[in-house]
């Protein structure tokens, strides 16, 4: 059950990080192509630390 919460976790601070970015960007709103390619810079951006 450790696992599972700790997964949990992650994926709540992965979401959390996404938001405050998304609002640091200081851009009202956007499209499904805009968000997709926004959450692709950041995973791999992720990938490289």
Do not use: H, P, W
Not at 23 to 41: A, M, P, R
């Amino acid at each position: 059950m450790g696992t599972e919460k700790k997964r949990k976790d992650a994926q709540q601070a992965i979401l959390y990080e996404l938001r405050r970015l998304l609002v640091k960007s200081g851009k009202d709103s956007y499209t499904i192509e805009e968000l997709c390619n926004f959450i692709d810079t950041v995973a791999e951006a992720k990938a490289q630390e």
